[in-house]
């Protein structure tokens, strides 16, 4: 079965800060999607990356998946306290039957 | 709001017992997908359905069952309850299989078993 491993497994940054949080598959990835979640809440779909070096940008958010298709990286460029959340990665089965996620990304933004 | 409905919001109840907790897929999807968030498990994919059929399961207990009818909502019933089924369970949408339609989530039913 395949499993996504995310780093790091918390974040602390000062407001402004730029920061990469990173998802590495076992396996080559059909779909890779990002998701941000507040504690206890549900998901909130950021993005979603199917091709090969395929990037995607959502205001100052940019996700990229690797040639390969085997990493993802998220990008936050001047992060803000409304960044903060649980960041996951999510991966799709060959058959596209579920997605497969990663435990997560916490992410503190300070003021 | 994402679509996709979830009631109800918060549950708690005692072991031993049996809840049911229903999804409204977001109109036009035919796939519905329950997964579980536990603290310790993170988020576990159960089971899935389209149009009414069972399409994939999870890591889903024989206790756990679930069922897509007619009009598309979907049920998830969870009996003999173990303070360790304490959890968020999720439901999500698909207007098909597979990475090209995309996964919407609903916001969650909270379960307490005291």
């Known amino acids: 079965s395949q499993e996504l491993e995310q780093s790091p497994q918390s974040l602390i940054v000062q407001e402004g800060k730029n920061l990469t949080i990173n998802c590495t598959s076992s396996?080559?990835?059909?779909?890779l999607y990002w998701y941000k979640q507040k504690y206890g809440e549900g998901l909130i779909f950021l993005m979603m990356?199917?091709?090969?070096?395929e990037e995607k940008s959502h205001e100052k958010i940019t996700a990229k998946l690797d040639e390969k298709k085997q990493q993802s990286s998220l990008h936050i460029t001047a992060s803000q306290p409304s960044h903060a959340g649980i960041y996951l990665c999510g991966a799709d089965s060959t058959s596209g039957s579920r997605l497969t996620f990663g435990e997560g990304t916490q992410l503190t933004v300070n003021p | 709001d994402s679509g996709v409905t979830q009631t109800p919001k918060h549950l708690i109840t005692a072991t031993g017992q049996r809840v049911t907790l229903r999804c409204s897929p977001r109109?036009?999807?035919?796939?519905v997908y329950w997964y579980q968030q536990s603290l310790d498990q993170g988020l576990q994919f159960l089971i899935q359905y389209y149009n009414g059929e069972e399409r994939a399961k999870g890591n889903i207990l024989e206790r756990f069952s679930a069922q897509q009818f007619p009009d598309l909502h979907s049920e998830l019933n969870l009996s003999s309850l173990e303070l360790g089924d304490s959890a968020l369970y999720f439901c999500?949408?698909?207007?098909?299989?597979?990475?090209?339609?995309?996964?919407?989530f609903g916001s969650g039913t909270r379960l307490t078993v005291v």
């Open positions: 109109s036009g999807d035919l796939s």
């Open positions: 396996k080559t990835l059909y779909g």
């Open positions: 999500a949408s698909s207007v098909g299989q597979g990475a090209i339609y995309g996964y919407t």
């Open positions: 990356l199917q091709k090969g070096g």
